[in-house]
Structure formats: structure tokens, C-alpha cells
């Protein structure tokens, strides 16, 4: 062929009906566990991983359908684009190509690297119908690479680390959604339950040093220890700090029989134990209940209506988690990254 032509790769057909029904019958059971399950889905480490593996394997269909990466060859430079993208190779500094049999897994086939000052641009065959043209051209425009070896184990290594990492963090994200959701979602008017307790210290008021708040949340918080559940920490946290009378830490003693008002989920999973905890408090603060009313001779410290407003302006920070979740779910997914060198 004319090396002065340009040259336009042609992506080989996939099967997207295949691909269609594959992703909507994945998206038809993660919804079926969401609506059907809700509680199962978090309250079980292996339900909330087959629920983050049925959102990835939609994903994965969605990113193969749009995935489609053109390399366009000319006498002046090597364009290579993507949807939403592209990078441009001047000609002069691209250093030269090496063409090879690869074998990956059950895909085998030919290779065709092209050194750019950033690193190894890949072509295999399996992907272009014109692959053969895309040879040629590369034959005729650049120098044969012939003693360098490329091996690729590094890259699929640092990349192997990259999807296990941001699948880490969309499960993470995905099982603070569920613990969040449970408490956001709830109308706590009607789902918080009281329970007779006896305090064994005085309230102690104290900051949390470490982890995450949003910044409209205090890190102060009220600590409250009871004869009945020793080895359990009853917090006066979040919202329900922001709407606590500051006269909690003088009134109430050491000794001093209270109401304390905790949701339906931690007087279920934490005090009674029938039914499991969320995942991510089972394994994160699982001896911490969130107290939203405090009672004591018919004195209410806790300004209940207030609190429930937060909680229903809040859903945001839930829908967040899960957002965010999906976002990592995506990047570990992702068939291609940055320089599209991997």
C-alpha cells in the first residue's frame, strides 16, 4: 500500500444482542436482590458480594459495548481515539515497531507494539480486520524493533493490583451505602424503639479524633455506658449531638435509670441479636449502638423531630456512598487505562 495514504482501522463485529440481554439479566436480579432482599443483601458478606458482581457484570457489558478504541495512521502521526478522547503520535516520535505471535489465556493471536516516548501502544489482531494493512503500514513508515523485548507480566501485574484495589473500595463504598441507607431511609419517629437502661457512668463528652465526618456533622459526641450491656457504647453522635440539650452531662448520674431510644436494626441485631448486622458494622465499630432519644423523668433530651429532618435531608450522603461505588466498580472493570499502554 501507499505509506503516504492514510490509514483507518476497522474494529472487528461484536454481538451486542448477546451482550444486551446479558447485561439486562443482570440488572433484572441485582434489582430483584435490592427490592426483594434489601436487608439479606447487606446484612451478608456473600449477598453483597453477588450483588456488587451482578452491578460489575453490567458494567463490564456496557463498557464492551461502548469500548472502541480507532487508530488512525498518516505520513504526519499515529491518532488514536477513543469515545471521549484521543492522543496524537507525531511520526518522528515514534521509535520504531516489533510484530509477534501473543498468547493470552484462551486469545491468541498477532501483536503489533509501537514505541512511543510514553510506552507501548498495542494492536492484536483479534480486535482489527484490517489488521493485516495496519501492519504493512507500520512495515513501510517505522523501524523493525528487532532486539527488544517486550514483556508485558508487569503491566497485567500493576493492573491485576488496580482492579483488586477499586473493587476493595466499591465493596467498601457499596456496604456503607447499605449501613447509611438503613438509617437515612428510616422515619426514626417511628422506627426508633425504647429500651429501660441504667447508667454505670456519667456522661462523659468526648471528640473523635480519627476517621470521617461530613462537615456539618460534629466530631463531638456523648458517651453513655450501661449496668445491663457492659461491653456495648451507647453514643449520642451526628445529628442527634447537634440537637442534644447541653444539660445531658448534669443531670443524668452514675446509677440514674434512663429511656434510651436506638433504631429498630441495633435493638434487633445488637441487643436481642435475632437478626445479623449490616457487613461494614460488623466488622467497624460493631460494639457502638447510635442512641436518638435519651429520657429521664419524663425529660427528653434529644430533639427527636429535628433529628429525623437531618436524617431525611441527608439521603444525599447514602446515595454518595453508592455512586461512588459504582464509579470504582467501573475503574476495576475498565478495559482500558490511561496512554491505553496496558
Known amino acids: 500500500m501507499n505509506p503516504d495514504k492514510s490509514l483507518i482501522s476497522i474494529p472487528t463485529r461484536k454481538n451486542p444482542k448477546r451482550i444486551i440481554v446479558a447485561i ?37 457489558g456496557i463498557e464492551t459495548l461502548i469500548h472502541r478504541v480507532e487508530y488512525q495512521f498518516s505520513k504526519e502521526s499515529v491518532i488514536r481515539k477513543k469515545r471521549f478522547s484521543q492522543q496524537v503520535y507525531p511520526i518522528d ?70 482492579r483488586i484495589m477499586f473493587t476493595a473500595f466499591a465493596v467498601l463504598l457499596i456496604g456503607f451505602y447499605g449501613d447509611s441507607h438503613f438509617e437515612n431511609s428510616a422515619n426514626l419517629k417511628k422506627d426508633i424503639q425504647y429500651i429501660n437502661l441504667t447508667l454505670s457512668e456519667n456522661p462523659e463528652k468526648k471528640y473523635i479524633t480519627g476517621g470521617w465526618r461530613t462537615s456539618h456533622v460534629s466530631r463531638d459526641y456523648i458517651q453513655l455506658h450501661t449496668h445491663e450491656f457492659p461491653k456495648l457504647e451507647f453514643r449520642i453522635q451526628d445529628y442527634a449531638y447537634l ?92 478495559k482500558d487505562y490511561s496512554n491505553g499502554l496496558y
Open 24 to 60: 439486562a439479566a443482570c440488572v433484572i436480579i441485582a434489582v430483584f436482590l435490592y427490592t426483594l432482599f434489601f436487608e439479606l443483601t447487606f446484612t451478608n458478606e456473600i449477598m453483597l458480594l453477588v450483588f456488587v458482581s451482578l452491578i460489575g457484570l453490567a458494567l463490564f
Open 93 to 162: 516520535l515514534i521509535r520504531g515497531y516489533k510484530e509477534s505471535q501473543y498468547s493470552s489465556g484462551k486469545q491468541q493471536g498477532r501483536r503489533l507494539l509501537l514505541l512511543t516516548p510514553k510506552g507501548y501502544l498495542k494492536l492484536h489482531s483479534h480486535e482489527y480486520v484490517n489488521y493485516k494493512k495496519i501492519v504493512q503500514f507500520a512495515q513501510k513508515r517505522f523501524k523493525a524493533l528487532r532486539k527488544v523485548h517486550f514483556s508485558d507480566s508487569a503491566s497485567r501485574k500493576n493492573v491485576l493490583a488496580m
Open 243 to 334: 440537637e442534644c440539650s447541653p444539660s445531658i452531662l448534669e443531670d443524668l448520674n452514675a446509677g440514674d435509670n434512663v429511656i434510651i431510644g436506638i433504631t429498630s436494626i441495633d435493638l434487633e441485631s445488637r441487643i436481642q441479636q435475632t437478626r445479623p448486622l449490616p457487613v461494614i458494622s460488623k466488622y467497624l465499630n460493631s460494639h457502638i449502638i447510635s442512641v436518638y432519644q435519651v429520657a429521664h423523668e419524663s425529660k427528653m433530651y434529644i430533639f427527636l423531630d429535628r433529628v429525623d429532618k437531618h436524617y431525611t435531608n441527608g439521603t444525599h450522603i447514602s446515595w454518595f456512598y453508592l455512586l461512588s461505588g459504582v464509579f470504582f466498580l467501573y475503574m476495576a472493570i475498565k
